[in-house]
C-alpha cells in the first residue's frame, strides 16, 4: 500500500510498504512487524500481537513469521518446523515440495483456505490444524497431501477440498493416525471432485485411512462427498469392506477418458474410518 488516507483504518493482516500507514492503523491485539522478502525487500505485515517467527527452516536455522515468508527462500525436499503456534492470516499456495512438522503445536487459519496446493508436494505431521476463516485447511487444485498424526478441524468448509484444476493429477492421503472433524452445517470432511466438471485428463485419488467426523446440521454435509456432476468414478470398488461398497455410488461414468477420482478406503470395517452417509 502506497497511498493516504484521511480517515482511520482498522488492519487485520496483509503487507505494506508503508510502515506509517501500518503502524497507525493497525487494529487492537494486531501489530505491524518488518519482513524481507526475496520479490518486494523489506516490508511490513500484520500480525497478532505475540506472534514469532516461529515457522523454521531445519535445514538453514532460519525462522520465518508467514508460511509466504517461508515457502520463498525454501528449496524443494527441506523441512519446515513450527517452535510456537502460529496463526495463518491469509493463505499460502504451495508449489514446491517439503515437510511440514508441527512439532505438537497448532496452526490456525484466519483468512481463506490455510493451504492451497497448486503442483507442490506437502507431508504435514504430529500437530493440529483447524481454521475459523471462510474456507477449507486444505484445498487442494494439483499435486499431493499427506497428512499423518495430525487433528484437522474446520468450522466454515471442508477439512480437505480436492478440487483438481483441469489437466492435473491430484492425491491426497490421510493416515490411520488422522482425525478430520468438521461442525459447519453445509461442512464436508473430504470433497473429492473435479474443476472444471467432467474435466478431460483430470485425475484425482484420495487414499483415506483415518477418522472422519462431521456433525453439521444439514442433509448436504457429509464425512466424504462426490459431486453427482463431478463426472468422476469411486474405483476401484473391491477395496471397500462390503457394507461400505453397498454405500457407494452406483451411477458414476466410468470412461477413463473423463476426470477420475480412485478412493482408496480400509479393507476391514474395523478400522478407524468411519462414515455413515453420502
Known amino acids: 500500500f502506497n497511498g493516504t488516507t484521511t480517515g482511520t483504518a482498522s488492519v487485520e493482516g496483509g503487507t505494506f510498504e508503508d510502515n506509517t500507514f501500518a503502524k497507525n492503523n493497525v487494529s487492537s491485539d494486531y501489530q505491524a512487524v518488518q519482513i524481507t522478502s526475496p520479490t518486494m525487500g ?13 515457522i523454521k527452516n531445519l535445514q538453514t536455522s532460519k525462522t520465518y513469521y508467514t508460511f509466504d515468508n517461508a515457502l520463498e527462500y525454501l528449496t524443494d525436499g527441506q523441512t519446515l518446523q513450527l517452535t510456537a503456534d502460529v496463526t495463518a492470516m491469509t493463505s499460502t499456495v504451495v508449489t514446491k515440495n517439503f515437510t511440514l512438522d508441527l512439532n505438537s503445536k497448532t496452526i490456525t487459519g484466519k483468512g481463506s483456505s490455510v ?28 499435486g499431493t497431501v499427506v497428512l499423518n498424526n495430525v487433528d484437522v478441524t474446520t468450522t466454515n468448509g471442508y477439512c480437505v ?30 470433497w473429492l471432485g473435479t474443476l472444471p466438471r467432467n474435466s478431460e485428463n483430470t485425475f484425482g485419488t484420495a487414499n483415506i485411512q483415518g477418522t472422519i467426523n462431521a456433525t453439521g446440521d444439514t442433509a448436504y454435509q457429509r464425512q466424504i462427498y462426490i459431486p453427482s456432476d463431478s463426472g468422476m468414478m469411486a474405483t476401484p470398488m473391491l477395496l471397500a469392506p462390503s457394507w461400505l461398497r453397498a454405500m457407494l455410488p452406483t451411477s458414476l461414468p466410468s470412461a477413463p477418458s473423463r476426470a477420475s477420482t480412485m478412493l482408496r478406503l480400509p479393507l476391514l470395517s474395523s478400522t478407524p474410518w468411519t462414515t455413515t452417509s453420502w
Open 161 to 190: 477440498n480436492e478440487e483438481v484444476k483441469a489437466g492435473s493429477k491430484a492425491e491426497v492421503t490421510v493416515d490411520t493416525d488422522c482425525r478430520l472433524s468438521t461442525t459447519e452445517e453445509d461442512g464436508v470432511g473430504v
Open 42 to 54: 523489506d516490508v511490513y505485515i500484520i500480525l497478532p500481537e505475540g506472534a514469532q517467527q516461529a
Open 115 to 142: 493451504f492451497v496446493i497448486d503442483g507442490g508436494n506437502v507431508t504435514v505431521k504430529n500437530g493440529t490444524m483447524n481454521n475459523s476463516g471462510t474456507n477449507d485447511v486444505f484445498y487442494v487444485a494439483a
